[in-house]
């Protein structure tokens, strides 16, 4: 279980998360939504050390918000970063490896990330930087994956996809939503696909929780008001 309570958020004396709480249990998908500068990297940071951050997140017994980042990523979290971040100078395969030097056991090997993404597989020898966007961005969720996360996270998945591309890259985590007991945050620039994809929705507006809930059954018009800051009135 993935237990935030108050986690705020800094860089500098900037502030960028206000008190922001949050639960969820195993297998379950959070779609992170918001504008641009709400504060969706932020908290994926926070989580997972990467900015300086106040309040408990707690991962089962762990306590993340004691651990450094490093420590954070052995206890189980993984990022996929937006923009992918990968050696491109490197092969598929040597990327998808990267994510094993903090191996924690389990079931995700290069077998099993190329069975999820086969085109990895076919292209396990090309350098990464050859690749297509949608491919990078497997590239790049695999790599999180070869660390076997309990929690796995996931900044702008289809960011810069054609939305073909971007369908594809849906189905896959859908296929891993429903195989597994990973729990998922994951930002998403289409609230429809977004929403589709989640079991909790959260949408941030300038740092803070604007409306949170399941997505089964969610208001869509309530999400565009909270989404940019409308009166709901």
């Not at 389990?106 to 020898?125: H, K, N, S, Y």
Request: proline share 4%; glycine share 12%.
């Amino acid at each position: 279980m993935l237990e935030i309570r108050g986690l705020d958020a800094f860089y500098g004396d900037f502030q960028a998360l206000f008190g922001v709480d949050l639960s969820l249990q195993p297998g379950q998908t959070l779609a992170l939504i918001g504008a641009n500068g709400a504060g969706k990297s932020s908290f994926l940071h926070a989580i997972c050390g990467m900015t300086q951050a106040r309040g408990s997140v707690r991962l089962g017994d762990t306590d993340l918000a004691a651990l450094p980042a490093v420590g954070r990523a052995a206890a189980g979290v993984a990022l996929s970063p937006e923009g992918r971040r990968m050696f491109l100078s490197l092969s598929v395969r040597e990327n998808l490896l990267m994510g094993a030097n903090v191996r924690r056991r389990g079931p995700w090997t290069l077998d099993r990330v190329t069975g999820l993404f086969p085109i990895l597989g076919e292209f396990a020898d090309r350098p990464a930087g050859l690749l297509s966007g949608g491919q990078q961005q497997m590239v790049a969720i695999g790599r999180a994956l070869m660390a076997n996360p309990a929690l796995l996270l996931l900044d702008e998945v289809s960011l810069g996809l054609a939305p073909v591309v971007a369908q594809e890259v849906h189905a896959a985590l859908a296929m891993l939503r429903d195989q597994s007991e990973m729990i998922t945050i994951m930002v998403e620039q289409d609230v429809n696909r977004a929403i589709a994809a989640g079991d909790r929705f959260l949408c941030l507006l300038e740092g803070r929780a604007a409306l949170t809930g399941p997505c089964a059954g969610a208001d869509l018009d309530a999400i565009g008001r909270a989404y940019f800051g409308e009166d709901d009135t």
